[in-house]
């Protein structure tokens, strides 16, 4: 997402085709995405990848969400990505946006914006780490992340916690051995 922004902010606006092969050299490269966008300076999303989000991206007007409309002013007001608290898509999965905002000198021309699902980039991200122990992630004290057993077996006697904050969002992170080796 940065580097489609910082190409933008050199180059100027890409043509519509370019900008979707960028889009989705992007999302090959980098696995979790679930869309990313063009979003105008009024908050309309202008231009999606992959076309299967564009039918029901287009029609959001970002500015009629809260959470999503705050993310966009902090990316704009500080000139640097943002990232939303988790929420539910509207397929029901939880994820959260990356905002970019895109300058040219001075003037604004909008946010690239890239929406990742929460248990797939959280997999992906994690697929190969801890593969003894059982993980539960939570924000704001709601688990957004599972890997272990439903026994939940030495969670009680033998979990450890830690937390981080990024940009804004408190991530609590639950390790305890698993049961029987995972995977």
Do not use: C
Request: neutral net charge; proline residues 5%; hydrophobic residues 45%.
């Amino acid at each position: 997402l940065e580097r489609m922004a910082k190409l933008w902010a050199l180059r100027g606006q890409p043509d519509p085709s370019i900008w979707r092969d960028e889009a989705r050299y992007d999302m090959q490269r980098i696995s979790g995405y679930d869309a990313i966008a063009w979003v105008d300076p009024s908050m309309q999303v202008r231009w999606v990848v992959p076309q299967k989000a564009d039918v029901v991206l287009r029609r959001s007007d970002l500015n009629q969400s809260e959470l999503q409309r705050d993310g966009l002013a902090f990316a704009r007001g500080y000139r640097e990505i943002a990232f939303t608290p988790p929420y539910r898509f509207r397929n029901g999965d939880l994820g959260f946006q990356a905002v970019l905002p895109i300058f040219r000198g001075e003037a604004f021309e909008g946010w690239i914006v890239g929406w990742f699902n929460m248990k797939n980039l959280l997999d992906i991200m994690l697929q190969d780490k801890f593969p003894n122990f059982s993980i539960a992630i939570m924000i704001a004290g709601d688990e957004v992340y599972g890997r272990y057993d439903k026994s939940h077996k030495h969670e009680a006697k033998w979990s450890q916690e830690s937390s981080l904050s990024l940009h804004g969002v408190v991530w609590e992170l639950r390790l305890w051995p698993a049961a029987q080796p995972l995977g």
